[in-house]
């Protein structure tokens, strides 16, 4: 465990949520300015493969990175890309359940919830709430 990675390492840990390589990157420059962009790839690889954090390729284009490696369940919202995790135990029976239909040698699962964020969520309602009151205000400046 080289300092860049046990930094790296801390800076996951410290995000509220599970930051992508970019997100990381800039934290880390903040510690460590020399650090390049190919190394953060390079060490978030190498912490995932020792089991230090797990990487989460969710439905969205950039892969995040979370600190918790319990198996445990996530949502994403499709507006912004924001992961967060679900204060919920996971349902081991599934795989059980899975076990016994198909011929796959089930050994885990991953859970992902998609919807709006409450921050997302909010700024909806804010446009739809203006949206509704526009066409009467235009109607009293006429």
Known sequence: MTRQRRVILEEIRRFDGHPTADEVYEAVRKRLPR???????RDLEALCEWGKIQ???VGCSKKHFDADTNNHYHARCIR???VTNLPVQPFTYLEQAFRDLCDYKVIGHRL???GLCPDCLKQQKEKQRQAATEPVEADKKG
Do not use: A, D, P
């Not at 650090?35 to 790839?41: A, D, E, G, L, R």
């Open 35 to 41: 650090i390049s962009m190919s190394t953060i790839y």
């Open 55 to 57: 990487v989460l390729e």
């Open 80 to 82: 912004c890309g924001r």
């Open 112 to 114: 992902e919830l998609i």
